[in-house]
């Protein structure tokens, strides 16, 4: 008689026949960096996570390279925006800046720095490209997210991963960075980016929340699935190397369809709302933190996801390594 429990009878017998498992070098920790001096400034709406100015930012990276997490995306907050969001572009924005300060400290040299390319953080209306009377223009964005990937390389980044939802963004993206001489430079595209609302303690972290209307009209509807393979299929067309999939939670269908599609590594971004609702009920004491996070990523894995960027890096880092 076949009985399934023989291979569960013990953690080490569980172990040996665990189809999937969490790496800690497979997570990526996102870092909020903020314009200023002496600045750690928590985020209200995402417990355990900080804005750091440059002077303070080796708080954080110090936790992460003693975690042993090998990958960190960053995202900006400038002192200033305005209607074409030029700080994500200036050579000495402040993403350029963290960037070059961290390739500049030999502790922090093997850390894969990812910069995220949207122009939301830096535009007086918030939006990920320019603006005319009311509509966000596709093509006339295209130049300044390029100029703003060809930044980011120049100043060290070692992926450009952008964000911002604008068809063809990655064709000019890695045209301009290829005629820049950043041919090696690889392109970690949101492929699938839902239009969420799973985003909002995010907006609250990076100051980036579009001052009218929604992103509806350039995110993905969250009720289509085979669309988010087309949107996949053209960024890879147009030279994307790496795909990220966003939220990561509700849409773990997205992430096993676009892994059994298509050869390409995957990572699913546990986003922000999804982070702050498990520390949330992890505070009222209703659930066990690290059992529903650690469960979470490994869900991510099983449905085909490579990398996980995730909020939870640092603890999830922590009990993966008290697990070996």
């Known amino acids: 008689m076949e009985r399934m429990r023989r291979l569960r009878v013990s953690p080490a017998m569980r172990s040996m026949v665990r189809e999937n498992h969490l790496r800690v070098d497979e997570l990526i920790c996102p870092i909020f960096v903020i314009e200023g001096q002496n600045l750690c400034i928590p985020v209200d709406s995402m417990p355990g996570i900080c804005q750091y100015s440059i002077d303070r930012l080796p708080e954080e990276l110090d936790r992460i390279v003693e975690a042993g997490i090998r990958s960190v995306l960053l ?36 850390l894969i720095v990812i910069a995220d390319v949207c122009l939301c953080e830096y ?8 603006v005319k ?35 063809n963004r990655v064709k000019a ?32 972290a990076a100051h980036s929340a579009p001052g009218f209307g929604d992103r509806k009209t350039y995110q993905m509807d969250p009720a289509n699935g085979r669309e988010a393979l087309r949107e996949v299929e053209e960024d890879l067309l147009e030279g994307a190397d790496l795909i990220i999939a ?79």
């Open 123 to 130: 535009t007086s209306h918030g939006h990920c490209g320019l």
């Open 246 to 324: 966003k939220p990561a939670m509700a849409y773990m269908d997205i992430i096993k369809d676009i892994t059994t599609s298509y050869n390409v590594p995957v990572a699913a971004y546990n986003v922000s709302g999804e982070y702050s609702m498990v520390k949330a009920a992890a505070k009222n004491g209703w659930i066990d933190e690290k059992k529903i996070v650690m469960e979470i990523l490994v869900g991510f894995k099983r449905a085909g996801a490579k990398m996980i960027i995730t909020y939870h890096a640092l603890d999830a880092a922590k009990w993966i390594r008290e697990g070996e």
């Open 133 to 167: 009377e009311g509509i966000i223009l596709n093509d006339e964005t295209l130049p300044l997210l390029a100029r703003t990937a060809v930044s980011y390389a120049g100043a060290g980044a070692d992926i450009i991963a952008p964000s911002d939802m604008m068809d």
């Open 75 to 110: 995202f900006g907050i400038p002192a200033r925006k305005d209607e074409a969001g030029s700080g994500a572009y200036d050579d000495q924005g402040i993403v350029q800046q963290a960037v070059r300060f961290i390739k500049s400290q030999e502790k922090y040299r093997d």
């Open 173 to 204: 993206i890695r045209e301009a960075l290829d005629e820049n001489g950043f041919v090696n430079i690889p392109i970690m595209a949101y492929s699938a980016k839902f239009a969420s609302g799973f985003y909002g303690p995010f907006r609250d």
